[in-house]
Nanobody, 118 residues
Framework: QVQLVESGGGLVQPGGSLTLSCAAS????????MGWYRQTPGKQREFIAS???????NYADFAKGRFTISRDNAKRSVYLQMNNLKPEETSLYFC????????????YGRGTQVTVSS
């Protein structure tokens, strides 16, 4: 089994910054791609960013220039630094990881709530 646990969410003022963390644990031989999504009630899940094991990253257009994804392979963790947050970005943010068990399957965390409000 593979578990993903996010942390770092909370309340932040518009224009503020927040860094999310996600740690993978369980029985697996390695982790390939990792990334972040967000989902607001009544809306579709929205891709934010992903990063390969070698550090190649990919961002949604809204995240470019404001969000930075990074990872620590030794800690099996992925991070998302978010700057200049907007009220409409209030959402549940959750991470995913492609774990090799040895089959390659995608696992998701339960999410951490980010609220952008004054």
């Amino acid at each position: 089994q593979v578990q993903l646990v996010e942390s770092g969410g909370g309340l932040v003022q518009p224009g503020g910054s927040l860094t999310l963390s996600c740690a993978a644990s369980g029985t697996f031989s390695g982790v390939a791609d990792m990334g972040w999504y967000r989902q607001t009630p009544g809306k579709q899940r929205e891709f934010i960013a992903s990063i390969t094991r070698d550090g190649w990253s990919n961002y949604a257009d809204f995240a470019k220039g404001r969000f930075t994804i990074s990872r620590d392979n030794a800690k099996r963790s992925v991070y998302l630094q978010m700057n200049n947050l907007k009220p409409e970005e209030t959402s549940l943010y959750f991470c995913y990881a492609e774990a090799i068990t040895p089959r390659r399957n995608t696992y998701y965390g339960r999410g951490t709530q980010v609220t952008v409000s004054s």
